[in-house]
């Protein structure tokens, strides 16, 4: 067996559960599927157990970055959990405004902590999609889904590329 010489930060498992559960998000809401008239719909979306599965591994990564002193990663991945679990448990439009509104609260913490930008633009990212999903379930429109597959493939994109960074070194963290 190798041992590492370093061990890995869990910010980056937590990075790369988020980018796992905002790919089928997005594409869901960006393609969405056919039904038997062949129209295009968008209703139902990924499967509630992997957001429920998912979240809660995301709150597994909390308590690592709890045991590795990290408040805000312990705080933020937190929250994502607890999101992105009750989301999968049907959580209504004002639970996930709700969730938006702390995540804009992290974006100011991140920003007084002069935390890398990359984990700014992704607590960004991850208020848009969950400012739009309330907004949708309170506003009607049939554009909605469009905006939230945008925001959840920039989410899936700067998570997948910010876990990478962090797990290979070989891409800059700014």
């Known amino acids: 067996m ?5 061990c890995l930060d869990p910010t980056s498992f937590g990075l790369f ?7 089928p998000l997005a ?12 129209v295009t719909v968008y209703d139902g979306g990924p499967a509630s157990m992997a957001f429920v599965v ?6 597994v990564v909390a308590m690592l970055a709890y045991k590795s002193d990290s408040n805000f ?7 994502v959990g ?4 009750l989301s999968g448990l049907g959580a209504d439009s004002y639970t996930a405004l709700a969730f938006a509104f702390m995540f804009l609260l992290a974006i100011i913490w991140s920003v007084l902590a002069k935390t890398p930008k990359n984990l700014s633009l992704i607590l960004v990212t991850t208020t848009l999609v969950f400012l739009t999903v309330g907004l949708s379930g309170l506003i009607a429109g049939d554009y909605w889904h469009w905006v939230i597959g945008i ?19 070989k891409l800059p963290v700014f």
């Open 2 to 6: 190798v041992e590492c010489q370093k």
């Open 17 to 23: 559960l988020v980018a796992t559960i905002s790919l």
């Open 27 to 38: 594409l869901w809401n960006l393609i969405g599927k056919e039904n038997a008239a062949g």
């Open 54 to 59: 998912i979240g809660l591994l995301i709150i």
């Open 73 to 79: 990663g312990f705080i933020v991945f937190g929250l």
């Open 82 to 85: 607890a999101a992105v679990t």
């Open 151 to 169: 925001c959840a493939l920039f989410n899936f994109l700067f998570n997948i590329f910010m876990a990478y960074a962090l797990a290979t070194e």
